[in-house]
């Protein structure tokens, strides 16, 4: 018999009409309606009342549930085969699948172990079992070479217990093969740890050029991105402000500046760039930032007697900080 579950009510009357070789006026006069009510069931333009549904299912030789569309749970569960015997039919996740292998296994392993009077504990079966599980259901996901190292373990594991090989790998050798292994498996994934998660701010659109430059109440705020830039700047006080530079340079000339407010400070976060500060030999740079494979390079020394200090603070990474005095 057709699955017709994802048939419209009218198309299920159709169906089962024809599979008994009836016509329209024959349903009709066993269903006690006119000929014209069964074809405007059979064209969807109406539906048969709740009364007459359970003698229509009888006349087909099937369930109300089955009338309606609905199988009932017994019969979601198992289909006619081609011989009409009943055949059942499972549906497994991968979880499943691989929690009912890993009982089955590790029982059989144990029963083995218990006929062959070998001493091994059921725990020796165990945990080397399910180490080896465990990375059977990850591959089960997706292939990976941490999962394989991991059903390898666990196989190793569990031979060195039943005593079929000897124990030649110690318990630090472990640990360095895994870190191997996660490492590869990072490696050919192509995924790498973030370091940094976040910044103060963020300069740029990926991969496009900027150039920023403000100067508001003796506050400057430069930004430089993928390309290079020289910024002269010109208040009668520095008060403090913000310097970013990625993948780019920036040249920031001081010598426009007349005087330096006390506590100024100004902000770097550099990455990948090179930033040089220009300044007159009135004044004095201090850094206090925190280096991440860049250097620092001074140029000229301050006077002895300054008549200011610039404190920076902040983050420089694989660039270069480049301090001019003039």
């Not at 083995?112 to 591959?139: D, K, Q, R, Y």
């Not at 089960?140 to 070479?145: E, F, M």
């Not at 940094?196 to 403000?214: F, H």
């Amino acid at each position: 018999m057709e699955d017709t579950t994802s048939m419209t009510m009218g198309k299920r009357i159709l169906y089962h009409r024809k599979r008994l070789g009836l016509t329209q006026d024959q349903l009709a006069d066993r269903v006690g309606v006119t000929a014209q009510a069964v074809s405007k069931w059979e064209h969807d333009l109406s539906c048969p009342d709740v009364a007459t549904l359970p003698r229509l299912a009888e006349i087909f030789g099937i369930t109300t549930d089955e009338l309606l569309g609905a199988q009932p749970p017994a019969d979601r569960q198992r289909e006619a085969g081609p011989s009409g015997n009943w055949s059942f039919t499972w549906r497994w996740d991968r979880g499943g699948l691989a929690f009912a292998l890993f009982l089955i296994l590790t029982g059989g392993v144990y029963v083995a172990v218990t006929v062959l009077n070998l001493e091994v504990s059921f725990w020796s079966v165990l945990w080397p079992m399910a180490i080896l599980f465990l990375g059977f259901s990850g591959c089960l996901t997706r292939l990976s070479v941490f999962g394989v190292g991991t059903m390898a373990a666990g196989l190793y594991f569990l031979l060195v217990n039943l005593g079929l090989i000897p124990s030649l790998i110690t318990w630090p050798i472990i640990v360095g093969l895994l870190l191997v292994l996660c490492g590869l498996s990072i490696l050919l994934e192509g995924r790498k740890p973030r370091v940094r998660q976040e910044k103060t701010r963020k300069p740029k659109e990926d991969g496009k050029p900027l150039r920023e430059y403000a100067v508001n109440d003796g506050n400057i705020h430069a930004a430089v991105a993928f390309c290079s830039h020289r910024v002269l700047v010109d208040t009668p006080r520095l008060e403090g402000g913000s310097v970013d530079v990625a993948f780019g340079s920036l040249v920031l000339d001081l010598s426009g500046c007349q005087q330096v407010a006390d506590g100024c400070r100004i902000h770097v976060d550099a990455a990948f760039s090179s930033l040089v500060l220009q300044l007159p030999k009135r004044f004095r740079v201090v850094t206090n930032l925190d280096q991440t494979g860049a250097s620092v390079e001074v140029t000229g020394q301050p006077e002895a007697v300054c008549q200011g200090a610039i404190q920076l603070y902040g983050d420089c990474a694989f660039g270069t900080l480049k301090i001019q005095y003039r």
